[in-house]
């Protein structure tokens, strides 16, 4: 079993920041691939940002130079650094990984979801 718990969801104000968080817990090899993904309402899902056991890192366009993706590996953690939040970034914020198990099996896991509301 493996469980991906994230946190630091809030609202801010346009301009604002915030620093999300996510941590995977259980059975757990190894995790290869980290990312975050969001939707707003009425619009698709959407990778914002990914990051690899290596460290490399990939952005959405709309989010480039604003935000920062980190993990602790140590932790089975990952990071979004979130600055110069706009209304356009106001969405529900999904932690997903790409987790080797201990049982050999390899799957996607999802967090629960935490909710950015940048006030307009």
């Known amino acids: 079993q493996v469980q991906l718990v994230e946190s630091g969801g809030g609202l801010v104000q346009p301009g604002g920041s915030l620093r999300l968080s996510c941590a995977a817990s259980?059975?757990?090899?190894?995790?290869?691939?980290m990312a975050w993904y969001r939707q707003a309402p009425g619009k698709q899902r959407e990778l914002v940002a990914a990051?690899?056991?290596?460290?490399?890192?990939n952005y959405a366009d709309s989010v480039k130079g604003r935000f920062t993706i980190s993990r602790d590996n140590a932790k089975n953690t990952v990071y979004l650094q979130m600055n110069s939040l706009k209304p356009e970034d106001t969405a529900v914020y999904y932690c997903?990984?790409?987790?080797?198990?201990?049982?050999?099996?390899?799957?996607?896991?999802w967090g629960q979801g935490t909710q950015v509301t940048v006030s307009s």
């Open positions: 997903n990984a790409d987790i080797s198990r201990r049982d050999w099996a390899q799957l996607y896991y």
């Open positions: 259980g059975s757990i090899f190894s995790i290869n691939v």
């Open positions: 990051i690899t056991s290596g460290g490399s890192t």
